[in-house]
T-cell receptor, first 113, second 111 residues
Framework: DAGITQSPRHKVTETGTPVTLRCHQTENHRYMYWYRQDPGHGLRLIHYSYGVKDTDKGEVSDGYSVSRSKTEDFLLTLESATSSQTSVYFC????????????FGEGSWLTVV | SQQGEEDPQALSIQEGENATMNCSYKTSINNLQWYRQNSGRGLVHLILIRSNEREKHSGRLRVTLDTSKKSSSLLITASRAADTASYFCATDAISDYKLSFGAGTTVTVRA
């Protein structure tokens, strides 16, 4: 446990609505990540952050934006949710003190109807 | 695209038997890590092996790394019902803090 809390843990939303998922960490980790997990695809990186206001795209960033205004919070926004964004979203942090081990939150289950 | 690919996709064994799964990757790496995911939960870090290491042990886990073949294996000895989970390998490319994951191996341990 690297002090990661995701919210909400479960959400059902309608197509076309914006959705924001929050990741909060308490251990001052510099690197934070958002992944999505879908059957047959494993985990795919959406966006990541290497510091406050420093973010970059991962391999599946279309339709998503992120913000990191302070070290402890990394927000993932679905600007206009689509059914293809129904997934489980995991936030993660890198513990550089552990040789770049990544620690994951418990996940946020999002259903877009 | 996925850097790591696990094999087999699924594995069913009897309690007490050993479970072996493999991971292949495409580009040079700093480290390779193995994670476990129980159903409905997040991923839990199991073990990290650096590119200059060939074998590593942690309890009932044994990980090998062959950088010439770009492959790794995870062995779970004397399996227990609690080992039922999906197992993922993850690699980080040189000069990169991003991890790339495979699709995982689902292990079922029968009592």
């Amino acid at each position: 446990d690297a002090g990661i809390t995701q919210s909400p843990r479960h959400k059902v939303t309608e197509t076309g609505t914006p959705v924001t998922l929050r990741c909060h960490q308490t251990e001052n980790h510099r690197y934070m990540y958002w992944y999505r997990q879908d059957p047959g695809h494993g985990l795919r990186l959406i966006h990541y952050s290497y510091g406050v206001k420093d973010t970059d795209k991962g391999e599946v960033s279309d339709g998503y934006s992120v913000s990191r205004s302070k070290t402890e919070d990394f927000l993932l926004t679905l600007e206009s949710a689509t059914s293809s964004q129904t997934s489980v979203y995991f936030c993660a942090v890198t513990a550089q003190s552990s040789g770049n081990t990544i620690y994951f939150g418990e996940g946020s289950w999002l259903t877009v109807v | 695209s996925q850097q790591g690919e696990e094999d087999p996709q699924a594995l069913s064994i009897q309690e007490g038997e050993n479970a072996t799964m493999n991971c292949s990757y495409k580009t040079s790496i700093n480290n390779l890590q193995w994670y476990r995911q129980n159903s409905g939960r997040g991923l839990v870090h199991l073990i990290l092996i650096r590119s200059n290491e060939r074998e590593k042990h942690s309890g009932r886990l044994r990980v090998t790394l062959d950088t010439s073949k770009k492959s790794s294996s995870l062995l779970i000895t004397a399996s227990r019902a609690a080992d039922t989970a999906s197992y993922f390998c993850a690699t980080d490319a040189i000069s990169d803090y991003k991890l790339s994951f495979g699709a995982g191996t689902t292990v079922t341990v029968r009592a």
